[in-house]
């Protein structure tokens, strides 16, 4: 639900403000649900996605067929960067931990966002 809701009232609206690239077409995502440790760690706590309680998202597709994939981006102002950007934080809103480029090397090529309830609300965003 929380990944509807967050495509629906954030992800396509900000799409909808990147020229020549047509509607919001799907999220190219990498691993939802995997039995793992996390960060593939051998006998590590388990994975949010171990719970089903996580997905990556390794990009964005458009109706035009382009793509854009989730990469660290270099503070170039482009508007590519500010939809990145814009998904990012938006998540923060929808996702109790959301990790990206910068977060860590684990993270470096997607947004990895998960629905974990944690005590007293605590939210990672970064």
Avoid: M
Avoid at 26 to 53: K, Q
């Amino acid at each position: 639900l929380a990944l509807a809701e967050w495509t629906r009232d954030f992800v396509v609206p900000a799409a909808r403000r990147l020229p020549g690239r047509g509607p919001l077409a799907g999220i190219d995502h990498g691993t939802a649900y995997l039995c793992r440790p996390r960060n593939g760690v051998e006998g590590g706590t388990l994975s949010e996605h171990a719970f089903g309680n996580a997905i990556d998202v390794a990009g964005f597709r458009f109706e035009r067929g382009e793509a854009l994939a989730v990469t660290p981006r270099t503070g170039d102002g482009s508007l590519e960067e500010a939809f990145q950007e814009a998904a990012r934080k938006t998540a923060c809103l929808a996702f109790a931990t959301v990790l990206g480029p910068g977060a860590d090397v684990a993270h470096a090529d997607h947004l990895h966002l998960d629905v974990k309830a944690r005590s007293g609300g605590f939210r990672l965003c970064q």
